[in-house]
């Protein structure tokens, strides 16, 4: 009798505790969640949670936005990074990413190259130095580099950290366990594997390849003691709730940077009449990743000049922290000495590190 009672308490203090954590928490007030993420130090809300807060009305969304802005605060102080990229192998890519003008499945109008040599690979880094990047990103289209153009860009990379002050990053598909130590081994510090949208919605984006292949993936990149920087792309035809899985997927796996993409719909991909978001709603999607990532590195990249439009200096106040400045894989990005102009009139200060 004892213990079926004591199984009664048990269950009426949690049925309390839930009643009370609903009523403390989702009257729905964005600024106080926000303020009790920065007394905390953490982000306590759950999925469901997540969902029920970004749920409000789309004309409370500057809520969302001082809130995500006071959380970047408190966590990045008043800092902002930038990173650069250069597509060093272009099209020719056998996945089917519903999104992208370098799959083969695609008839786009984009250049189709093999890997860049060494040279053109310190010279782009070279180049991005001076445009006044801290971040170097090589990025290669395709499921997996062969063993020739994997040594490529081990040669480069480690070239890369003697000659500029970049911290290099790659991006080259999957990787092995065996793969992932020889970058590591040449000085490349942070791999970029998006994992691009939730579990949940993956099937209508790309069917060629499994979502558990991209974990893997990142399972060998932390194995291998690299950092790893893993988003996705915002305005696929996801819903809000795919979107909160997504971010507590990164979550779970503790990446070390989250880039977000909007989509650009290009002519010739599966997308290409699919609707941008509208601004605030983009902004609000970054503010969702800073609610449940309070401490983690939050990049704004490709797409943001044509669903940001005028609105592009506001995603600090959402709650980014850093910007991907220069042209992305195949379309053009706007200056970077716009983009360096933006951070210093949000009066931050550029983070070297």
């Known amino acids: 009798m004892q213990l079926v009672f ?35 130090g953490r982000s306590f809300l759950s999925s469901e949670e997540t969902c029920e807060l970004f749920a409000i009305p789309a004309e409370r969304t500057l809520e969302l936005i001082l809130g995500a802005d006071s959380i970047r605060r408190k966590f990045k102080k008043n800092s902002a990074f930038t990173c650069s990229i250069v597509n060093a192998k272009s099209g020719s890519c056998p996945e089917n990413c519903a999104f992208c003008p370098q799959s083969v499945h695609h008839q786009t109008n984009i250049s189709n190259y093999p890997l860049m040599t060494i040279d053109e690979l310190v010279a782009a880094a070279k180049n991005m130095t ?71 919605f993956f099937h209508n984006i790309c069917t060629t390849h ?91 990249c490709g797409g943001r000049e044509i669903t940001l439009r005028d609105y592009q200096s506001w995603i600090f106040a959402a709650g980014a922290n850093g910007v991907m400045i220069g042209n992305y894989l195949t379309t053009q990005g706007r200056s970077a000495t716009m983009d360096l102009a933006m951070i210093k009139e949000f009066n931050l200060t550029k983070d070297e590190n």
């Not at 954590?21 to 905390?40: C, G």
Request: with cysteine.
């Open 6 to 40: 004591a199984k009664s308490i048990t269950t009426s203090q949690q049925r309390e505790n839930k009643q009370s954590r609903i009523i403390i928490m989702f009257d729905l007030q964005p600024l106080n969640i926000a303020e009790k993420i920065v007394e905390e």
């Open 130 to 200: 001076a445009a006044g990047a801290g971040k170097f990103g090589i990025v290669t289209s395709g499921s997996q580099l062969n063993d020739e153009e994997l040594s490529r860009i081990c040669r480069a990379a480690t070239i890369i950290r003697r000659e500029t002050p970049l911290a290099v990053c790659a991006s080259t598909g999957m990787l092995n366990a065996s793969m992932a130590q020889r970058l590591a081994q040449s000085g490349v510090t942070t791999f970029h594997h998006n994992l691009e949208t939730a579990r949940s």
């Open 210 to 300: 499994e979502y558990d292949e991209d974990l893997q993936t990142i399972a060998h990149v932390q194995a291998a003691g690299m950092k790893i920087c893993s988003g996705g792309i915002l305005g696929l035809g996801e819903t809000w709730e795919q979107r909160v899985e997504l971010a507590f997927t990164l979550k779970e796996l503790a990446v070390d940077r989250i880039p977000l993409n909007f989509l650009n719909p290009l002519a010739g991909t599966r997308m290409e009449n699919m609707p941008l978001l509208p601004p605030m709603e983009a902004l609000k999607s970054i503010a969702l990743f800073r609610y449940v990532h309070p401490e983690k590195d939050i990049t704004i």
